[in-house]
């Protein structure tokens, strides 16, 4: 089988915006891989062609290369790009409709920056602490994200329903000293409160 290297297929079909709608997954500087599996799966490209969804970008970090077969894109008429890493991941969360993500502290930064309307952050239950639990349910608890706690729950489509139906608070309307705050009780940055210079050392997770 012909399997697919970096971009297939662009199509024509666009939203509202004039742009192909995207779904954008990363896992930052991590080693993720059942996230990476299974929002790369047949199935997920079903659901991702049923929804509207033209544009799949998958940056899979220190894990191995996605094998998408290329006849599996072309009959849902998607156009697909993967890589490891960029020097910047700003410009495809910016161009992103629906983000999955794991749920690294710089990386949710970094998106809740961007004016990107719904992401969805995976924990990963094979790290030994549950830090990222912990500060995924303490963003959600504000309606920034929505939280996912095991890639396995990834298998269930009815929950990428609900990923499609989430409506987050809108990135101006958030609080910057409230999220400060979040990442400093997390981290121990001085009485909870995180200063720029932190927040920025966060960007590689």
Wanted: hydrophobic share 40%; charged share 25%; aromatic share 8%.
């Amino acid at each position: 089988p012909h399997f697919i290297s970096s971009i297939i297929q662009k199509t024509t079909k666009m939203d509202r915006k004039g742009e192909a709608r995207t779904i954008f997954v990363t896992v930052g500087t991590t080693l993720f891989e059942k996230l990476i599996q299974l929002s790369t799966s047949v199935e997920a490209l079903d659901w991702m062609k049923q929804n509207g969804y033209k544009r799949l970008v998958v940056q899979y970090g220190k894990g191995q290369k996605p094998e998408l077969r290329a006849d599996d894109i072309k009959k849902r008429g998607l156009e697909v790009e993967l890589y490891d890493f960029k020097p910047t991941l700003a410009q495809d969360m910016a161009q992103a409709d629906l983000i999955l993500s794991h749920a690294g502290a710089g990386t949710v930064c970094e998106v809740l920056q961007q004016k990107t309307p719904r992401l969805v952050v995976v924990v990963n239950t094979l790290l030994m602490d549950n830090h990222q639990l912990e500060l995924a349910h303490a963003m959600h608890r504000r309606n920034y994200l929505f939280v996912v706690e095991s890639p396995e729950d990834l298998s269930n489509f009815t929950l990428w329903d609900d990923f499609e139906q989430y409506k987050p608070n809108p990135p101006d309307a958030t609080n910057a000293h409230s999220f400060a705050q979040i990442l400093g009780s997390f981290f121990g940055w001085g009485h909870g409160i995180a200063s720029t210079g932190d927040i920025k050392n966060t960007q590689a997770d």
